[in-house]
């Protein structure tokens, strides 16, 4: 880690980068690069690229809080859960031709059926509400929660980039923001639960 960080702290220093960021760290590899760095002066992360969706919550029970203590930013990555909730994937209805039935999928961390059709029955409904689109509302979720800097979105064709980038045009009310914090809430790990009760 601390040659790592030498090494980037000599690009920063050099002008060739302005700033550096991790990628899938864990909450205590983060934590001891951003050590190395104070104990030896060195230039630390200010971003964490990581994987956040309303069906993949993990982030928030270790990594969140250490990026709000340390006054760091997260720049998301999949913010559509690989696909799934882009409502492409419904409830009772075959999955269209294209990348998720080819395999796209495949490597995307595991979320049970019934509860991705849960979720994207919800984002339907507030899509319907709202005149946005599934994605859109699913990436206006994102853009709401506490630590998210920015969304990495990786559009395959103009339509889907426009589509995203609307999600920027308009703000989820507060219930909405509150119904689908709770719909997802995930179960908080040890020692989490502890403190929780």
Known sequence: MEETLRTLNDLVSSGKVRYIGCSNFAAWQLMKSLSISEKHNLEKYVIYQG?????????EQELMPLIKDQNMGLMVWS??????????IKRNKPLEKGRIQSGGAVGSPPVRDEYLFTVVDALEDIAEQTGMGISQVAINWLLNQETVSNVTIGARNEQQLIENLNSLEWTMSQEHIKNLDNLTETTPIYPHWVGAR
Do not use: A, C, E, V
């Not at 994987?51 to 982030?59: A, E, H, M």
């Open 51 to 59: 994987y956040y969706s309303l069906i993949g919550r993990d982030y």
């Open 79 to 88: 913010p559509l859960g690989w696909g799934r909730l882009t409502g492409k």
